[in-house]
């Protein structure tokens, strides 16, 4: 009996401490695998929001240091996701190093154009010789924020010699010169111009190609055209609660990307797609672009945005990149497309007021040392809006005849109108016009803030509240710091990622960091 209950002691003493050892191992099994899990659970948040980098830019643009914007996380992974904005690069890192931001090409053409700004002492001798604040109202900012130039015009505007303007351009993005940017390749195909619904939400779609009908856009249905190259032969006008944006890029559409666009829009071409991110919209023949308040809004009001176009680095026609607007150049004269040389105000001496030559198109490098490929060679018929000599008179919305600009902006009421076209505007033998009625400058904001080359431009008395024309030094490239963290139990895990996003989509993770918040007890 004492044999046994020693036994029993023994055994006791032996198996309790091995018992211990082995829950102590299996509750430290279970929190490790609890942490691992948990971890696994903020990296994979983390991970999701780079699903698409272009809509994170989108959603995180409105970041500030201090200022967190909320992400979407998957459901039912009890975490939260932010982002905030720790760095930015702008276009240009030596603000100097710009082309021209505002180029007229018609002689006598300056007369309309107000005085360059004239720095003070105190001020950045870079802000000597920049654009109006007449034109460029961000140069009188409010609230103390600082001064934003619109770029410098070119200093030969409206030159006596109307070949002057020429020995100062370049079809590529070169320093101090005037940008002439050759005509892209566009589909030869046809496209409807009442676009195309979407088949989830309340979205209308567009797709490259040749439009020869008027393109009207003036409901509330949210419209987007996939990214690429628009040709119109008629006028495309923008009223009432037109909600447009054009192209992929830092502003979001009504559809999640453009190859969404193209596999679900109803009843879409087999022939739709999209190239590249961004839009450029070529106007030939009688084609225009009108943006006024003759159709009463009911709700937001006209919103247009553009996003700037860009192609890959090594696609040829990159040097093509950020052009938004252009036109057609020249006379076409049967299936050949001419110099534009015209006398516009038909004086005794018979001088030419305007020149420009014959819009070519792109051709890559490959073809170098070929004959220039004429425009209608791709189909491409020259403007007939050529300038005139008075300054340009806004026309009929319906209207689209000789003498209408080419832009062509009348704002006759106080509905809200927002008007965004980043990149170049290049309408040498064309007119842009701005209009805006006593009393209907609120609620306007309207920004050209890719350079703009015309044959002449006229803006009114009034101006919009917020006007830019010029060229601007956008932020192309943002730093944003992502954190992801568990939101109940324990531990709390916290993953961090600084990530450089470009405001096309493309970007890189610079340190990822994984951490317990706090120690559960």
Same mark, same amino acid.
């Not at 038909?346 to 305007?354: Q, R, S, V």
């Not at 939101?487 to 916290?494: D, E, K, T």
């Given at each position: 009996m004492i044999l046994a209950l020693v036994v029993m002691v023994v055994g006791t003493l032996m198996v309790l401490?091995?018992?211990n050892y082995t829950m102590s191992v299996l509750r430290a099994n279970k929190s490790s695998s609890t942490k691992l899990a948990r971890i696994e659970?903020?990296?994979?948040?983390l991970r999701a929001t780079f699903f698409d980098p272009l809509k994170l830019y989108q959603a995180?643009?409105?970041s500030g240091g201090n200022t967190a914007v909320q992400l979407a996380v998957p459901p039912g992974l009890n975490i939260e996701s932010e982002c905030t904005t720790i760095g930015s690069q702008q276009r240009v890192e030596v603000p100097e190093d710009f082309r021209f931001a505002l180029t007229t090409t018609q002689v006598g053409s300056n007369a309309v154009i107000p005085a360059p700004y004239v720095a003070t002492p105190e001020e950045s001798p870079l802000l000597n010789g920049t654009i109006s604040p007449a034109w460029c109202t961000s140069m009188v900012p409010v609230g103390g924020a600082d001064k934003v130039p619109c770029g410098k015009p070119y200093p030969n505007n409206g030159n006596v010699d109307p070949l002057r303007w020429l020995a100062?351009?370049?079809?590529?993005y070169v320093d101090e010169k005037v940008f002439t940017p050759l005509l892209p390749a566009v589909a030869n195909a046809f496209a409807y111009a009442g676009g195309y619904d979407m088949i989830e939400g309340p979205c209308r779609v567009f797709f490259p190609g040749r439009y020869v009908d008027d393109v009207v856009i003036t409901g509330s249905t949210p419209v987007y055209f996939a990214s690429g190259v628009y040709y119109f032969e008629k006028t495309v006008r923008i009223s009432g609660d037109a909600n447009v944006v054009v192209g992929a890029g830092s502003a979001p559409g009504c559809v999640e990307s453009d190859a969404v666009a193209v596999a679900d829009a109803i009843n879409v071409p087999f022939d739709a797609y999209s190239n590249g991110v961004g839009g450029t919209w070529v106007f030939g023949q009688n084609g225009r672009l009108v943006i006024d308040t003759a159709t009463p809004?009911?709700? !937001?009001?006209?919103n247009l945005v553009f996003n700037r176009r860009l192609v890959a680095n090594t696609d040829p026609e990159a040097v093509m990149n950020e052009v938004s607007i252009m036109s057609v150049n020249g006379v076409l004269a049967g299936t050949a497309t001419v110099d534009l040389n015209i006398d516009l105000d038909?004086?005794?001496?018979?001088?030419?007021?305007?020149h420009v030559p014959a819009s070519q198109l792109f051709r890559p490098p490959s073809a170098l040392g070929e004959p220039p490929v004429d425009a209608y060679t791709y189909l491409y018929k020259a403007s007939n809006l050529v300038s005139t000599w008075l300054p340009p008179v806004s026309c009929a919305g319906s209207a689209s005849v000789p003498g209408c600009p080419i832009i062509d902006i009348n704002l006759g009421s106080t509905a809200s109108v927002n008007v965004e076209i980043p990149g170049y505007v290049s309408i040498?033998?064309?007119?842009?016009?701005?209009?805006? !009625?006593?009393?209907?400058?609120?609620?306007?904001?309207?920004a050209f803030g890719g350079g703009i080359l015309a044959a002449q431009m006229a803006v009114s008395a009034v101006v919009p509240d917020f006007l830019q024309i010029g060229l601007l030094n956008p932020i192309v490239q943002r730093t944003f710091k992502i954190v992801t963290r568990t939101?109940?139990?324990?531990?709390?895990?916290?993953a961090t990622a600084l990530v450089q996003v470009n405001e096309t989509g493309g970007y890189a993770i610079n340190s990822w960091v994984v951490k317990s918040e706090y120690i559960a007890t």
């Open positions: 401490p091995m018992m659970v903020v990296e994979g948040g995180c643009v409105e100062d351009t370049s079809t590529e809004s009911t709700g !937001a009001g006209v038909a004086d005794l001496e018979g001088k030419i007021d305007l040498p033998q064309g007119m842009l016009s701005m209009v805006v !009625a006593d009393g209907a400058n609120v609620n306007k904001r309207l939101v109940s139990g324990s531990p709390r895990m916290v």
